[in-house]
């Protein structure tokens, strides 16, 4: 299969991907595009969903695109191989096209299906690049993903859990305790702010005891 951008190398150690991560773009779907496949830019995704629905592969699956960068999740710390990218054209300050989200929900069920991913493993770069990612950001309908099984939502469970431990096992890689809880808020409680509180830790509690990432 030739795909356009060149991109790419091999997952290293020969390993299958087992992650998904989404992300923005930031820039127009042309513009992106256009950096995805310059050789020059040095970044890649897999694919491509304009704001119309339009779904383009960039890099073949079997290989490591260059998308996530530095970080981590589940104890996993070169994400590129282990990942597959998908790059929405958004600028971050508003919600997703429903055509692009359509797109997206036929994709994900596609690559899940294809690489026997679980829901859980379907994270947002924000969640594995903590501190320095923040797409796909507050817009993104996580829940709706989730209804669909493509994505996890927590219910409320113990609010006496420690949060440390509970974001440890769903998978957050270690950071300062306000990095972490940054990152959990922007994809699940995008409107809280301040301290750390109650609903924090019964959310990250419930999400460590359905979804761990081990």
């Given at each position: 299969?030739?795909l356009?951008?060149p991109?790419?190398g091999?997952?290293?150690?020969?390993?299958a991907?087992?992650?998904?991560v989404?992300h923005?773009?930031?820039?127009?779907?042309?513009?992106?595009?256009a950096?995805?496949c310059?050789?020059?830019?040095?970044?890649?995704?897999h694919?491509?969903?304009?704001?119309?629905g339009?779904a383009e592969a960039l890099?073949?699956?079997?290989?490591?695109?260059?998308?996530?960068?530095?970080?981590g999740?589940?104890g996993?710390?070169?994400i590129?191989s282990?990942?597959?990218?998908i790059e929405?054209?958004?600028?971050?300050s508003?919600?997703?096209?429903e055509?692009q989200?359509?797109?997206?929900?036929?994709l994900?069920?596609?690559?899940m299906?294809?690489?026997a991913?679980?829901?859980?493993?379907?994270?947002?770069h924000?969640?594995m690049?903590?501190?320095r990612?923040s797409d796909?950001?507050?817009h993104?309908?996580?829940h709706?993903?989730?209804?669909?099984?493509?994505?996890?939502?927590?219910?409320?469970?113990r609010?006496?859990?420690p949060?440390?431990?509970s974001?440890?096992a769903?998978?957050?890689?270690e950071a300062p305790?306000?990095?972490?809880l940054?990152?959990f808020?922007?994809r699940?409680?995008?409107w809280?702010?301040g301290?750390?509180d109650?609903a924090?830790?019964a959310?990250?509690?419930?999400?460590?005891?359905r979804?761990p990432?081990?």
């Open positions: 299969m030739s356009p951008s991109n790419f091999d997952r290293r150690g020969g390993v991907p087992s992650l998904v989404i923005y773009t930031a820039i127009s779907c042309d513009a992106a595009r950096r995805l310059d050789p020059a830019a040095e970044v890649s995704a694919w491509l969903i304009s704001e119309t339009t890099v073949d699956e079997r290989h490591r695109a260059w998308h996530a960068g530095a970080g999740w589940a996993l710390d070169d590129n282990h990942s597959i990218g929405l054209a958004n600028d971050g508003q919600p997703f096209a055509p989200m359509v797109a997206l929900e036929t994900l069920a596609a690559i299906a294809r690489w991913i679980p829901a859980q493993r379907v994270i947002g924000s969640d690049a903590l501190a990612k796909p950001g507050p993104f309908d996580w709706r993903l989730a209804r669909q099984g493509l994505a996890v939502w927590p219910e409320p469970g609010a006496d859990a949060l440390a431990e974001l440890t769903f998978g957050y890689p305790p306000d990095v972490r940054a990152a808020r922007l699940f409680r995008p809280a702010n301290p750390e109650a924090d830790r959310l990250a509690a419930d999400l460590a005891a979804f990432a081990a």
